[in-house]
């Protein structure tokens, strides 16, 4: 079952560079939550995803 998008923490409504991430079928998805509905998603595997997190970090 998808989880509901879920917008970063530090995220604003000002425009800026935010994301959007959810579970899908076992795997964790991202897009640009600016384009919404039209953003392209990506799909990655979840420790891809927590790898992702921490060199954002």
């Known amino acids: 079952m998808?989880?509901?998008w879920r917008?970063?923490?530090r995220s604003s409504?000002?425009?800026g560079q935010c994301l959007e991430?959810?579970?899908?079928a076992?795997?964790?998805q991202v897009r640009d939550s600016k384009l919404?509905?039209?953003s392209?998603?990506?799909?990655?595997?979840?420790a891809d995803f927590s790898a992702?997190?921490?060199a954002a970090r």
């Open 36 to 38: 919404g509905e039209g």
């Open 52 to 54: 992702l997190l921490d």
């Open 13 to 15: 409504n000002q425009g």
């Open 2 to 4: 998808d989880t509901a």
């Open 21 to 24: 991430a959810r579970r899908a």
């Open 26 to 28: 076992g795997n964790q």
């Open 40 to 46: 392209p998603i990506f799909t990655l595997a979840s």
């Open 7 to 9: 917008k970063s923490s």
